[in-house]
């Protein structure tokens, strides 16, 4: 089951649980848990401490995006392009991770299962 209220409009944006998920977004703190962001362009959007749980980012492009401290509990993450992004801190327990580009990423201080 779904939680997420999505829009797409003429510009080929996302709107979901009333954020507008476009590259460069500031998403921080944004409550997206259980959300469907599968192929959302969010190159170089802000996502600190935001609540990804169990969120669907197969094949997003998270490319420098800034995930510091976000809780990422059972996000699907499978082929994402987190290429350059910042993932200290954050939480990723029970994420998938099948097939994503984690070149140059930033893993420090990661809480994994």
């Known amino acids: 089951m779904s939680y997420t209220n999505y829009i ?5 944006q996302m709107i979901v649980n009333g954020y507008e998920i476009k590259p460069g977004a500031n ?11 599968r192929g959302a362009d ?8 935001a609540h ?7 094949g997003a492009d998270l490319r ?5 401290d ?15 992004a910042d993932l200290y801190g954050s939480n990723l327990e029970y ?7 984690l070149e140059g990423t930033i893993l420090e201080g990661l809480k994994l299962s």
């Not at 420098?64 to 510091?68: H, I, M, V």
């Not at 994420?95 to 580009?101: C, E, F, M, S, Y």
């Open 42 to 49: 969010l190159r170089g959007a802000i996502l600190e401490d």
């Open 95 to 101: 994420a998938d991770l099948r097939g994503a580009n």
């Open 70 to 84: 976000a809780n990422l509990y059972g996000a699907i993450l499978e082929d994402a392009d987190l290429m350059d």
């Open 64 to 68: 420098n995006a800034n995930l510091r």
């Open 52 to 58: 990804l749980y169990r969120a669907n980012l197969k």
């Open 27 to 37: 998403l921080r703190v944004a409550k997206l848990q259980c959300a469907d962001l």
């Open 8 to 12: 797409a409009n003429q510009d080929y």
